[in-house]
């Protein structure tokens, strides 16, 4: 059984840091992809940051400058280092991975979500 469990969400004040982890864990042949997405109270779920493969990154354009995603392979890991948060980034943060298990194909698989506030 495949799981991403989710840390380092919290309260923050406007123009602080955060950095959520989120490694995966279970049996599993490899790791194709790991990102950050988010979900405000009342909008839907947006894409923040993405890490593909060898580390092509992708970044929402309100993210870009800020955060930093970055992972480790031998820890099967996923970082994002958040810098000038602002508290139009409060959300619940959640960790996706697109994951092969065993005799499977490629699955996307979810964190149960951290929730990053930043007060004015």
């Known amino acids: 059984q495949v799981q991403l469990v989710e840390s380092g969400g919290g309260l923050v004040q406007a123009g602080g840091s955060l950095r959520l982890s989120c490694a995966a864990s279970?049996?599993?042949?490899?790791?194709?992809?790991m990102g950050w997405y988010r979900q405000a109270p009342g909008k839907e779920r947006e894409l923040v940051a993405t890490i593909i493969g060898g580390g092509s990154t992708n970044y929402a354009d309100s993210t870009k400058g800020r955060f930093t995603i970055s992972r480790d392979f031998a820890k099967n890991t996923v970082y994002l280092q958040m810098n000038s948060l602002e508290p139009e980034d409060t959300a619940a943060y959640y960790c996706n991975a697109n994951i092969l298990p065993f005799g499977a194909y490629y699955t996307n698989y979810w964190g149960h979500g951290t929730q990053v506030t930043v007060s004015s």
């Open positions: 279970g049996s599993f042949r490899s790791i194709n992809s």
